[in-house]
């Protein structure tokens, strides 16, 4: 089951703030952020595990509520750099010394406008 | 420095032939994975590998298949290819264990007459 990101694209100003939701119908272990610019592989931002934790670097930071199985990620003071596409991948279970591949949403377009 | 790396990064066949894109990551990592790119899909899951002789199937593994012979590499092969994949095709990679980062190689965009 894909997770359902929302919204699908989100037009800022520099210096506004955005919020990127990632839901799942499943229950999840994990949720990894990605930042992709057209072209390009996908960039790694942050992972969150089961646990309800929260991370953040620089001015990105994101949340997981393991109880709605919903990730948010939040961009504040956005730079022009910010803009791309957002992705959140979900894993949903653990096989003892692997992984399962995730399970990508279909992304978040945002830009970012001087 | 250790990095993930495709080739070719364009390619360009015909419906029918075979077709082997490579990937190759000198990380050591015993997770490797295979995900195709496609507007309004966002990434889906081919092929996935625990280790040496460990290939799994992902959520769109018909027409692919994948081995692994070594650590660092994991060739994913089209049999006879077909229209409906041409894509870009992204390899990744991440150290054993559920909740470790998979960090992706540059892509390879297949286009299939």
């Known amino acids: 089951q894909q997770p359902v990101q929302s919204p699908q694209a989100v037009i800022l100003r520099e210096g506004e703030d955005a919020v990127i939701n990632c839901s799942s119908s499943?229950?999840?272990?994990?949720v990894h952020w990605y930042r992709q610019k057209h072209g390009e592989a996908p960039i790694f931002l942050m992972i969150?595990?089961?646990?309800?934790e929260q991370k953040g670097h620089d001015k990105i930071s994101a949340s997981f509520n393991e109880k709605k199985q919903q990730s948010s990620l939040y961009l504040t003071a956005s730079q022009l750099s910010y803009s791309g596409t957002y992705f959140c991948?979900?894993?949903?279970?653990?096989?003892?010394?692997?992984?399962?591949?995730?399970?990508f949403g279909k992304g978040t377009h945002l830009i970012i406008q001087p | 420095d250790a990095e993930i790396t495709q080739s070719p990064r364009h390619k360009i066949t015909e419906t029918g032939r075979q077709v082997t894109l490579a990937c190759h990551q000198t990380?050591?990592?015993?997770?490797m994975f295979w995900y195709r790119q496609d507007l309004g899909h966002g990434l889906r899951l081919i092929h996935y590998?625990?280790?040496?002789?460990?290939?799994n199937k992902g959520e769109v593994s018909d027409g692919y298949s994948v081995s692994r012979s070594n650590t660092e590499d994991l060739p994913l092969t089209l049999e006879s290819a077909a229209s409906s994949q041409t894509s870009v095709y992204f390899c990744?990679?991440?150290?054993?264990?559920?909740?470790?980062?998979?960090?992706f190689g540059p892509g390879t965009r297949l286009l299939v007459l």
């Open positions: 990744a990679s991440s150290e054993a264990g559920a909740g470790e980062t998979q960090y």
């Open positions: 499943k229950a999840l272990y994990s």
């Open positions: 969150l595990l089961k646990g309800g």
């Open positions: 991948g979900t894993g949903y279970s653990y096989s003892g010394g692997g992984a399962d591949g995730l399970t």
């Open positions: 990380w050591n990592h015993n997770n």
């Open positions: 590998s625990y280790g040496v002789q460990d290939t």
